[in-house]
Nanobody, 124 residues
Framework: QVQLVESGGGSVPAGGSLRLSCSFS????????MAWFRQSPGQERVAVAA????????FRPDSLKGRFTISRDIAKNQVYLQMNSLNPDDTGMYYC?????????????????WGQGTQVTVSS
């Protein structure tokens, strides 16, 4: 498996931006997806973006296109989530996850490895 460590969370006012980072080690060649999930208080964990580490192809919910961008730097063993125009609904714990078997990129059960999460709080 792989160890995942998130960073970059914090408190921002509405309209602000944050860039989350996820460092992973080792760098397994059999990773299928890497993704970011958000878990807001009292809600289920939901996918906000995913990327193929090998091809760089990205996926996002339509509702987040234009605001959230996922990218990767394989040489640095990093995956990033750039979040712009944040609003209070974006508040939650953000988790980095890695999948090693094919499955829907947006499903929690597709992912075998998870980080501890980084908190994002957006104030109105």
């Amino acid at each position: 498996q792989v160890q995942l460590v998130e960073s970059g969370g914090g408190s921002v006012p509405a309209g602000g931006s944050l860039r989350l980072s996820c460092s992973f080690s080792p760098s397994p060649r059999n990773m299928v997806w890497m993704a970011w999930f958000r878990q807001s208080p009292g809600q289920e964990r939901v996918a906000v973006a995913a990327i193929s580490p090998r091809t760089g192809m990205t996926f996002r919910p339509d509702s987040l296109k234009g605001r959230f961008t996922i990218s990767r730097d394989i040489a640095k063993n990093q995956v990033y989530l750039q979040m712009n125009s944040l609003n209070p609904d974006d508040t939650g714990m953000y988790y980095c996850a890695a999948a090693f078997d094919w499955g829907p990129w947006y499903k929690v059960e597709t992912y075998a490895s998870w980080g501890q999460g980084t908190q994002v709080t957006v104030s109105s």
